[in-house]
């Protein structure tokens, strides 16, 4: 079974600031877009149970990653 899931992100730079800083950890089989009108991870895999796991780890970080830039914003 061949599974695909994407993760889309607010358009604009908030969306793109967490792409931004997930991408580094992102496997061979995801893909990020940062475009003028869409922010997305899209995930490829053949098991549940991965697909499971990675989307899990991603919105976890992708939660960190915007409460920092949410704080890093009210500091500035």
Do not use: C
Request: proline share 3%.
């Amino acid at each position: 079974m061949k599974i695909k899931s994407t993760l889309k992100l607010p358009v604009g730079q908030r969306g793109k600031t967490i792409i931004e800083s997930l991408r580094p950890d992102n496997l061979a089989n995801m893909e990020s877009k940062t475009l003028y009108d869409e922010n997305s991870i899209t995930l490829r895999t053949e098991k549940l149970s991965s697909l499971i796991s990675v989307m899990d780890d991603l919105l976890m970080n992708a939660k960190i990653a915007e409460d920092l830039d949410i704080n890093g914003a009210k500091n500035d």
